[in-house]
C-alpha cells in the first residue's frame, strides 16, 4: 500500500528517502538569512508522522543532544510513517546560547503567533501554520532553566489519556502531571488535536550523558509503539508519578550548599541543603516539610531569600 503525497512547507516529500528543508525565519541586520534545518524521514510505508523537537529555548542543549543521537543512530530512519526532527528550533538564541529570542521574548509563549507580531511571534506562527497541521505527534525536549537541574520527566495532563499512556512507555523515571500553559507550543499543539509529550531533563547549558540517554531510550520506546520503528520496548522501573508538588524556597540569602540528592526520596524534617554567610557567622539548615520526591534542584552556589531550592512532590 502506497503512502498519500506527503507535503511541508510547500514541498512534496518523497517516500522512502532523506529530505532536508530550511523554515525561514528571518534576516539578520547583516542580511544574513537565518534558516532552521528541518529533517525528514519518510518510509515507503503509511503510518503517523512524529516530530521531535528540541531548542525551543535556545539555552537548552540536552534536548539538542538527544536528537543528535537519535539521528546519528538512524533511529529517525522509520519503517512506516515519517519522522521529522527540528534539532535547533529557537536557532536564534542557540547561536549565542541564551533562552529568548533577539526581540527578548521567550518563543514559546508566543503560540500560535501572529504574521504581523514580534520576530519570535511571527516564527510561532510559521511553525503553526507550516508544520504543526501535518504531524499526529509531539515529543518537546527541554530542561531545566539557568541552573535549575531536572530529573529526566514527562510532563503531560493527568486527564489525557493518550499522552499519559505514551509518557509511561516512553518510561522515564518521572512523569509530571502539569497542566498546559497558554501560548505555549503544547498548549497550541494540544488544541489542535496534536498529541505532543513535553520532556525535562538536566539543565541548560550541559550535555549531560545520563539525560540524553534517557531521552533517546524514551523515544525510541515511544516509536516503536506507534509502528514507526522495530524494536523491543525497554522498561527499567516503573515511573515515579507526581499529582502534586511543592517548590522549597529559601528562607536566607547565602552560600548554598545541597544535601539531598537529586532524583531522591525524602522524609519530613530532613535535611535538604544548608544556606551560610560567607563570614562563618551563621548555617540555616533547609529541611523537608513532608515526605516526598525530589525532582529539581536548584545548583546555583549563591542563592537570595525566597528563591525556589528544591522542587519536591507531596506524598500522602
Known sequence: ???KPFFLLGKEIPEGERTVLDLKVAKLHTRTTVNVPVIIERSS???????????IHGDETNGVGI??????????????????CIPVFNIFGYLIQT????????????FPGSATGSLASQFAYQFTQKI????????DFHTGGGERDNISQIRCVETDKKALELAKIFNPPTIVYSNNIAKSLRYTCNKMGKTILLFEGGKSKELNPTVINEGVNGTKNVLIHLG????????????????????LR???????????KNGSFVK???VLGIIQDPFGEFKKRIRAPHNGYIFCTNKTPIVNKGEALFHVSIED
Request: no cysteine; proline share 7%.
Open 1 to 3: 500500500m502506497s503512502n
Open 45 to 55: 510505508n503509511p503510518g503517523p508522522v512524529v516530530l521531535l523537537l528540541a531548542g
Open 67 to 84: 536528537i543528535r543521537e537519535i539521528i546519528s543512530q538512524d533511529i529517525n530512519k522509520p519503517k512506516n510513517g515519517t519522522i521529522i
Open 99 to 110: 533562552r529568548e529570542f533577539p526581540d527578548g521574548r521567550d518563543l514559546n509563549r508566543m
Open 132 to 139: 504543526a497541521p501535518f504531524v499526529d505527534y509531539i515529543i
Open 228 to 247: 514507526l520503528i522495530d524494536g523491543e520496548i525497554t522498561v527499567r522501573e516503573k515511573p515515579i508519578i507526581v499529582s502534586k508538588a511543592k517548590w
Open 250 to 260: 529559601s528562607s536566607h540569602s547565602g552560600m548554598f550548599k545541597i544535601v539531598a
Open 268 to 270: 519530613k524534617h530532613e
